[in-house]
Antibody, heavy 124, light 107 residues
Framework: QVQLVQSGAEVKKPGASVKVSCKAS????????ITWVRQAPGQGLEWMGWISAYNGNTNYAQKLQGRVTMTTDTSTSTAYMELRSLRSDDTAVYYC?????????????????WGQGTLVTVSS | DIQMTQSPSSLSASVGDRVTITCRAS??????LHWYQQTPGKAPKLLIYAASSLQSGVPSRFSGSGSGTDFTLTISSLQPEDFATYYCQQSYSSAYTFGQGTKLEIK
C-alpha cells in the first residue's frame, strides 16, 4: 500500500533552516511528483510547491521563492523540503503528498496520498 | 493566483442530515476542483477529484458537482465520522490554491 512517512517534529530559532523528509513506499517513486502543503495552527492549507521525482524539476509558490528548496533521493525514495530564514509565521504542520496526474482515465492533477505531517515550531 | 471561497465557513448538522458545501473560484477552472476532508490532528484525505469523481474507498454518500466557477460537495446522510473540516482545492493554474475550509460540527 502507498505510504508517505515524514520525519519528526522540529523546533528552530528564527533565522535558522529546517529540512523535512518524506519517505515513500508502495509505488514506483520516480513515477509521481511530490507536493508540499503547510498548515499554520488553527489555519487552512497552503500549497508550497512540488518536485518531480523523475527529473527534479520544481515549481514553488511565489511567496516562498528564494527560501524553499525541494529535492529528492531516488535511491531511498525520499523527498525533502528545506525552508531557510525561518520566521515565527513559518510555524506550521508541513505535509508531503503524492501528486497524481490521472485516475481512472481522468487526467486532472490531484493529491491522493498524504504523509502524517511534521510540526515545525519557530521560536526564540 | 486563483482565489477559492467556500461557504459556509462553519455548519452545524445532525446525524442523518443531507449537507451541501459550496466552493467558488475567482475565475473559471473547468473541472480542476478537488475536495479533501481533515479531522483534528490528521492529514487531509482526498474525497472527490476532478469535481465529481469519487476517490477509491470513499463512501458513496459523498458526491461532488459543478464546473467553471461554482462547485458543491454533498453528503447525503451524515455519519458521526463525517464531522470534520472540508477543503476545496484547484489545480487549474500551476499555483494550486485551497479554500479556507468549512468546519462541519454536530448540532
Amino acid at each position: 500500500q502507498v505510504q508517505l512517512v515524514q520525519s519528526g517534529a522540529e523546533v528552530k530559532k528564527p533565522g535558522a533552516s529546517v529540512k523535512v523528509s518524506c519517505k515513500a513506499s508502495g509505488y514506483a517513486f520516480p513515477s509521481y511528483d511530490i507536493t508540499w502543503v503547510r498548515q499554520a495552527p488553527g489555519q487552512g492549507l497552503e500549497w508550497m510547491g512540488w518536485i518531480s521525482a523523475y527529473n527534479g524539476n520544481t515549481n514553488y509558490a511565489q511567496k516562498l521563492q528564494g527560501r524553499v528548496t525541494m529535492t529528492t533521493d531516488t535511491s531511498t525514495s525520499t523527498a525533502y523540503m528545506e525552508l531557510r530564514s525561518l520566521r515565527s509565521d513559518d510555524t506550521a504542520v508541513y505535509y508531503c503528498a503524492r501528486k497524481k496526474d490521472c485516475s481512472n482515465g481522468v487526467c486532472i492533477i490531484h493529491f491522493d496520498y498524504w504523509g502524517q505531517g511534521t510540526l515545525v515550531t519557530v521560536s526564540s | 493566483d486563483i482565489q477559492m471561497t467556500q461557504s459556509p465557513s462553519s455548519l452545524s448538522a445532525s446525524v442523518g442530515d443531507r449537507v451541501t458545501i459550496t466552493c467558488r473560484a475567482s475565475q473559471s477552472i473547468s473541472r480542476y476542483l478537488h475536495w479533501y476532508q481533515q479531522t483534528p490532528g490528521k492529514a487531509p484525505k482526498l474525497l472527490i477529484y476532478a469535481a465529481s469523481s469519487l476517490q477509491s474507498g470513499v463512501p458513496s454518500r459523498f458526491s461532488g458537482s459543478g464546473s467553471g466557477t461554482d462547485f458543491t460537495l454533498t453528503i447525503s446522510s451524515l455519519q458521526p465520522e463525517d464531522f470534520a473540516t472540508y477543503y476545496c482545492q484547484q489545480s487549474y493554474s500551476s499555483a494550486y490554491t485551497f479554500g479556507q475550509g468549512t468546519k462541519l460540527e454536530i448540532k
